[in-house]
């Protein structure tokens, strides 16, 4: 079965279907509300992240482990782990608040 990366208003989508109508059927059922932008089929079955291309390198901390033990400590609180993350890591505002919603959409 082919994998289709599909890009919504909202959302990216990476599922395996059996052509581009069943693509656009798994984004329809999952969020009904997000106008399909654009849908590709992948040359392969397998998906691939470059952690590079993420920011993320062999020098770097391991940011969701972090993010996670922020998200421990402040219970859940939102706005209270970032400022842990902001403390412990030094990154700025924008970037621990995306480190720590990323983590939550994740459910550390």
Known sequence: MPLFEVETDCHIII???SDEDAATGVVSEAYPSDRVIRLT???R????ISKTAL???NGTPDV???A???LSKAS???VHAIRL???ETGTDLERARKVIESNMVMGW
């Open 76 to 78: 859940g609180d939102k």
């Open 64 to 66: 969701c482990s972090t």
């Open 68 to 70: 996670r033990d922020c």
């Open 85 to 87: 993350y902001m403390h």
């Open 41 to 43: 089929k992948r040359p």
């Open 45 to 48: 079955d397998t998906w691939v």
């Open 15 to 17: 599922t395996w279907a």
């Open 55 to 57: 920011g993320i390198s």
